[in-house]
Structures are given as structure tokens and as C-alpha cells.
């Protein structure tokens, strides 16, 4: 069974300073890993995907990794602003096409 | 466009009223989702469509019945539900389903319901 952990569950930061958000996987046959970001009461919003054969995706000031041997992802959001206020999830894509979701990652960026 | 919309955006119903919430994409999506969410919790898969079939029940209670009437839109019809179903509920889709390609899945804005 495919564990997805994020830690931590929450986070503060002061405006500007880079946001590294980790999430760790136990199974590595994995198809996919999709980051979202989802604004109280909203919905998911897609990040950032990246496929199995990748290493890493970027897109403006994010940029995710993945390491499948080890088990990790990692998104980067660099200069952060209070508009990154939010939870961010990450989703591995498993070998029966469902997605196992982690807790998520609470971002407070103070002004 | 990359839009999946929900209606309505809130419904508060009794636990023996039969509502429906809908769930619309037009970016050709043949794979389409309901989760269910628990405040601080992730998404839970309850249904899956492929091709306008079932593809994943969940092991879903039946006073929660999909429907998928063409490729576009995703009904989730609602029948004597209990206040621990209250929950936001998610639909997405994505190109497709199953297949040696993993593809992205868009979510909706969900449809806060409350059972009383």
C-alpha cells in the first residue's frame, strides 16, 4: 500500500524567503506525482505534474523534484508572497491509476 | 481552458431529501472523478468514470448514486444521507484513466454539503 507523507503540517515564513515543501512516498513504482495547492473551502488547484521518467518540472517560481529511489519529492517556491498562503497537497499516481494523497502542508507567508 | 465547474457551490439538505450535484468539463476529459473531503483531511476517491462507464466504486454507501450522461457531465445523486456525509465535495477529470500515460487531473471548485 502506497503511504504518502508531508512534513511539515505546517509552516510560517516571513515574505520573501524561499519555501521548500517535502513529501516522502514508500512504494517507487510509481506512475506519477502531482502537486496541488488548495485555498480554504476551494478546490485543488494543479501545480505542477511530473512523470515518473522525470527528475524535475518548473513552472514560473515553482520547481518540483523527484528522486523515485529514495522516495521524495520537493517543491520549491522561491521569494514567497502572502498570496502562497495556502495548503499544498501532493499526490503520487499509483500503478492502478488512483491517487494517494498526502496531509498536506499548511504555508502561512507573513507580510 | 482548463476548467471543471461544480453546481451548486453550497447545498444544505435534510436526511431524506434527494438532491444532485453537478459536475461539467469541456476540454474532451474521457476520465472523470468524485472525491469526497473531510475538513483538514485529503481527497477520498468515491467513483470513477472511463468513457462514460463506471471504471471504481469505492465500496460508496448506494444512498450515493453517479451518473454520467455523456462525456461532458458527472451527476452525483444524493438519497437519505446522514449528517456524516456532510463534506466538500470534488469532482475532476483528466484525459484519461487507464493507459501506459499518467496524466494530470483537474479538480472543480467542490460543492460544500451540509446534511441536517
Known amino acids: 500500500k502506497q503511504e504518502v507523507t508531508q512534513i511539515p503540517a505546517a509552516l510560517s515564513v516571513p515574505e520573501g524567503e524561499n519555501l521548500v515543501l517535502n513529501c516522502s512516498f514508500t512504494?517507487?513504482?510509481?506512475?506519477?506525482l502531482q502537486w496541488f495547492r488548495q485555498d480554504p473551502g476551494k478546490g485543488l488547484t494543479s501545480l505542477l505534474l511530473i512523470q515518473s521518467s522525470q527528475r524535475e518540472q518548473t513552472s514560473g517560481r515553482l520547481n518540483a523534484s523527484l528522486d523515485k529511489s529514495s522516495g521524495r519529492s520537493t517543491l520549491y517556491i522561491a521569494a514567497s508572497q502572502p498570496g502562497d498562503s495556502a495548503t499544498y497537497l501532493c499526490?503520487?499516481?499509483?500503478?492502478?491509476?488512483?491517487?494517494?494523497f498526502g496531509a498536506g502542508t499548511t504555508v502561512t507567508v507573513r507580510a | 481552458d482548463t476548467e471543471v465547474t461544480q453546481t451548486p457551490k453550497h447545498l444544505v439538505m435534510g436526511m431524506t431529501n434527494k438532491k444532485s450535484l453537478k459536475c461539467e468539463q469541456h476540454?474532451?476529459?474521457?476520465?472523470m472523478y468524485w472525491y469526497k473531503q473531510k475538513a483538514k483531511k485529503p481527497p477520498e476517491l468515491m467513483f470513477v468514470?472511463?468513457?462514460?462507464?463506471?471504471?471504481i466504486n469505492e465500496s460508496v454507501p448506494s444512498r450515493f448514486s453517479p451518473e454520467c450522461p455523456n462525456s461532458s457531465l458527472l451527476n452525483l445523486h444524493l438519497h437519505a444521507l446522514q449528517p456524516e456525509d456532510s463534506a466538500l465535495y470534488l469532482c475532476?477529470?483528466?484525459?484519461?484513466?487507464?493507459?501506459?500515460?499518467?496524466?494530470?487531473?483537474?479538480f472543480g471548485p467542490g460543492t460544500r454539503l451540509t446534511v441536517t
Open positions: 512504494d517507487s513504482a510509481i506512475y506519477n
Open positions: 476540454m474532451g476529459h474521457r476520465a
Open positions: 499526490a503520487v499516481g499509483r500503478s492502478d491509476y488512483k491517487l494517494s
Open positions: 468514470y472511463s468513457y462514460e462507464k463506471l471504471s
Open positions: 475532476a477529470s483528466s484525459q484519461d484513466f487507464v493507459g501506459s500515460t499518467s496524466y494530470e487531473q483537474y
